[in-house]
């Protein structure tokens, strides 16, 4: 499987998730992300893939291309709190694209992805930016697996908001995640906590957490 088959399955089991008559019949409560909605955290699940065609449909700029590693160092949006400008911004994001409704997500979603099941197999591995980034760029790839993580994670806390068994990822997904999690961590604490977090629970700190 190559990055790009991996963000398709992935997307289409959130898409599953999304459609769940139990995510519909939650969709005005609170999720289980403080200050977040059901329906706001559904339309951040889906912004995940809904931007894609526009990004990789227009040409690459003049921006550097970094690594994902070195996006997310400069961006630092892992540093911020809940009601910081930027995760304002995101919840706000994700309540516009929820506003016409479950049904009507959940379509223009599974759309977009039929598009990408075209377009992305053949695409090159070129420089690609969200419109609210600094001033760079990273390969497609990158932006690929920085994507799969966004969806296991919110899948997560959507299957937890409304009641129902977080829907399992292939093995290759989760193993991809897992060590992006883990590069991310080790941005945040002492290598040696990170180690023993994962083999000696007699020693293992509290905390690990990449955000």
């Known amino acids: 499987m190559t990055i790009r088959e991996d963000f398709l399955t992935t997307a289409r089991v959130a898409l599953d998730l999304l459609r769940h008559q139990q995510v519909a019949a939650n969709w005005d409560r609170p999720s289980a992300l403080p200050e977040f909605g059901v329906s ?27 690594s994902l590693m070195e996006h997310y160092e400069r961006a ?71 994507r799969l993580m966004e969806f296991v994670v919110h899948s997560d806390d959507l299957a937890v908001s ?21 590069r991310m961590a080790l941005n945040k604490h002492r290598a040696i906590d990170v180690v023993r977090a994962l083999s000696r629970k007699e020693r293992a700190p509290q905390d690990i957490t990449a955000f």
């Open 162 to 182: 409304v009641g129902l068994e977080t829907p399992e990822f292939p093995r290759p997904v989760n193993e991809a995640v897992i060590d992006l999690l883990t």
């Open 76 to 146: 630092k949006w892992t540093d911020l709190d809940v009601d910081s400008e930027f995760h304002t911004r995101i919840r706000a994001g994700g309540e516009k694209l929820a506003a016409e409704g479950h049904a009507a997500l959940c379509d223009r979603f599974e759309q977009t992805l039929d598009e990408l099941a075209k377009t992305l197999p053949g695409m090159e591995n070129r420089g690609v930016r969200m419109p609210h980034w600094g001033p760079w760029a990273v390969p497609l790839d990158e932006y690929l697996l920085s």
């Open 40 to 66: 706001g955290l559904a339309g951040h699940v889906a912004y995940q893939a809904l931007p894609l065609p526009g990004m990789i449909g227009t040409p690459a700029g003049d921006e550097p291309v970094v």
